[in-house]
């Protein structure tokens, strides 16, 4: 894919731009950020206030930000705001969206059809979440985050082994259980609440270590109480906000300048780059393994000839490649064969992985 990428004017890095999302969105160059992430209105449809049993008011949202007359009008205001950051990401960028049952699902079928390829949706489920005081419903104790590349073709950025270290070595599921937003963290001025939807920054800190690099521009069309932006600087990134509300940005702001960058020495993330793929036939081929030669497990508990078709054979005649005898042998459904075997050379067992990366330095296939 072709890198198309323009710049932003510097003058508008690591700031928040006040002013109309839509207004601001159109005057961003194409292919210019690396990633976004929104947290649009949710078009929550409140039409009366709810009380607790005890008969306190209960602080919703029911800001006028968040309203909209009728779905067709938060369809097309949600189609141009999305239709603009499809246009201004790069080739290889991501957008996430953020959004509740009350509009997910609709932003979800539009970004489909702008030509995004959505790549997980991630279950945000709240461990504090806010009681269902009636008592009608189920506790609406979770939202849901899109992501989704640019494009099907997209090379977009995950890292894939940083995270499965950040969850214990286990794979990071499409699950997150984190708070919401609360105590410290809340903003407030004068005892209020500074905005009704305030993130917390571990979400963010997830989404931004997890498909940005450092250095990367982060776009938030709906910056509100700043939490994009923080992250964003916590972690080595760049940011740009959009927000039309004065009063958010002056409070995001003074978040924003308490925030210490982590050193740059401590935001390595390991590369999820796969070797280049090296059949054992290549090997033969190079005269880096003889047809004919005997290769081992390495405690030579199993041993198998090698053929000329590249696949082996044993003394008792199991035969497969060398991913499918090893797991044949070991009793298991898949193995990775260039794990598992090893040849002799100087009178010492050697993996013949440590052949395929010879085989690869050799041929500098490591830059193709």
């Not at 696949?311 to 991913?323: A, P, R, V, Y």
Request: aromatic share 10%.
């Amino acid at each position: 894919m072709i890198d198309k990428s323009n710049a932003v004017d510097k003058k508008l890095i690591n700031t928040i731009i006040h002013g109309d999302c839509l207004e601001v969105l159109r005057n961003l160059p194409d292919n210019s950020i690396d990633l976004i992430f929104a947290d649009p209105p949710y078009n929550l449809q409140l039409e009366n206030k709810l009380f607790r049993p005890n008969q306190s008011l209960v602080d919703g949202v029911n800001d006028k930000w968040d309203k909209f007359s009728s779905f067709k009008m938060y369809d097309d205001f949600s189609r141009e705001w999305l239709k603009e950051c499809h246009r201004i990401l790069k080739d290889n960028g991501t957008i996430w969206i953020i959004g509740s049952y009350h509009n997910i699902f609709r932003i979800g079928s539009i970004i489909q059809d702008l030509g995004y390829w959505i790549l997980n949706d991630v279950i945000w489920i709240k461990s504090n979440p806010m009681p269902n005081f009636k008592g009608t419903r189920f506790n609406n104790a979770h939202e849901t985050l899109i992501w989704a590349a640019k494009s099907k073709e997209s090379k977009y950025t995950f890292h894939y082994r940083s995270m499965k270290t950040y969850n214990g070595d286990l794979q990071m599921r499409s699950d997150w259980f984190l708070p919401i937003c609360s105590g410290k963290e809340r903003l407030k001025k004068d005892g209020e609440k500074v905005h009704s939807t305030q993130k917390p920054i571990e979400l963010l800190y997830r989404v931004i270590i997890s498909s940005s690099k450092t250095g990367d521009l982060i776009l938030d069309p709906f910056m509100g109480s700043g939490t994009t932006a923080a992250a964003a600087k916590l972690l080595g990134r760049n940011y740009l906000g959009i927000e039309k509300e004065k009063f958010y940005i002056e409070e995001a702001e003074k978040r924003i300048c308490k925030i210490k960058p982590i050193d740059e020495k401590y935001l390595y993330q390991v590369e999820d780059i796969k070797p280049p793929r090296v059949p054992i036939g290549s090997l033969i081929e190079d005269g880096m393994i003889s047809v004919g030669e005997k290769i081992y497990s390495k405690d030579k508990k199993f041993s198998a000839t090698i053929l000329s078709s590249g696949s082996l054979i044993t003394e008792n005649s199991l035969s497969g490649s060398i991913h499918k005898l090893s797991a044949k042998l070991l009793g298991k459904q898949a193995n990775n064969g260039w794990k598992f075997w090893y040849v002799i050379r100087k009178g010492k067992l050697t993996l013949i992985d440590q052949l395929r990366e010879d085989y690869i330095s050799k041929y500098n296939l490591s830059k193709m």
